[in-house]
T-cell receptor
Framework: DAKTTQPNSMESNEEEPVHLPCNHS???????IHWYRQLPSQGPEYVIH???SNVNNRMASLAIAEDRKSSTLILHRATLRDAAVYYC??????????????????FGQGTILTVHP | DSGVTQTPKHLITATGQRVTLRCSPR?????VYWYQQSLDQGLQFLIQ???????AKGNILERFSAQQFPDLHSELNLSSLELGDSALYFC?????????????FGNGTRLTVT
């Protein structure tokens, strides 16, 4: 699996934007970039994913570099509820008899985001 | 609520024992994944099933086994338990079927081996 590199921790103030970086220089052309987060005592939660183009959803935006070797998760206005560990993950395709599908997520250490009131 | 149900929420047992963790995926999801999270190892992928068949295997110990049943629920069996098996065990599900889709995780089963 291609590897991602994230800062161990970041801090933000409430209601300010947060940019969480991720480097993935060995990404292959078919790998999707996924972001998940894990709040204390809960299972991981899907945030956003993309392949080549920038993506927006109600939770966040994903900005993908043109060469795809890095990406940035953008939380537009951080709230205290956004304090969590954020994981940037590359998801590779699985080729099988049933056609192409996407398999496991390999989690790294993630970035611990602290949000100050 | 992710729609993925894991039971039991907590399990306390002794070394050498065997336990079964159960997972009901979201309605319509065909694929189930099992992960282990301990303090020193982070989230480790164990195994993935798709429509009853094993699709991918991670660092799952030989003492551990899993299966996915025709109604798509899955069970993770842990035997000859050791103190080091104490961890949070998460199940996740996804639709699969030829295009990418996110995983939805349950809230886990906390296993304590004494």
């Amino acid at each position: 699996d291609a590897k991602t590199t994230q800062p161990n921790s970041m801090e933000s103030n409430e209601e300010e934007p947060v940019h969480l970086p991720c480097n993935h220089s060995t990404i292959s052309g078919t790998d999707y970039i996924h972001w998940y987060r894990q709040l204390p005592s809960q299972g991981p939660e899907y945030v956003i994913h993309g392949l080549t183009s920038n993506v927006n959803n109600r939770m966040a935006s994903l900005a993908i570099a043109e060469d795809r070797k890095s990406s940035t998760l953008i939380l537009h206005r951080a709230t205290l509820r956004d304090a969590a560990v954020y994981y940037c993950i590359l998801r590779a395709p699985l080729y099988g008899a049933g056609g192409t599908s996407y398999g496991k997520l390999t989690f790294g250490q993630g970035t611990i985001l602290t949000v100050h009131p | 609520d992710s729609g993925v149900t894991q039971t039991p929420k907590h399990l306390i047992t002794a070394t050498g024992q065997r336990v079964t963790l159960r997972c009901s995926p979201r309605s319509g999801d065909l694929s189930v994944y099992w992960y282990q999270q301990s303090l020193d190892q982070g989230l480790q992928f164990l195994i993935q099933y798709y429509n009853g068949e094993e699709r991918a295997k991670g660092n799952i110990l030989e003492r551990f086994s899993a299966q996915q049943f025709p109604d798509l629920h899955s069970e993770l069996n842990l035997s000859s338990l050791e103190l080091g098996d104490s961890a949070l065990y998460f199940c996740a599900s996804s639709p699969m079927g030829g295009r990418d889709s996110p995983l939805h995780f349950g809230n886990g089963t906390r296993l304590t081996v004494t």
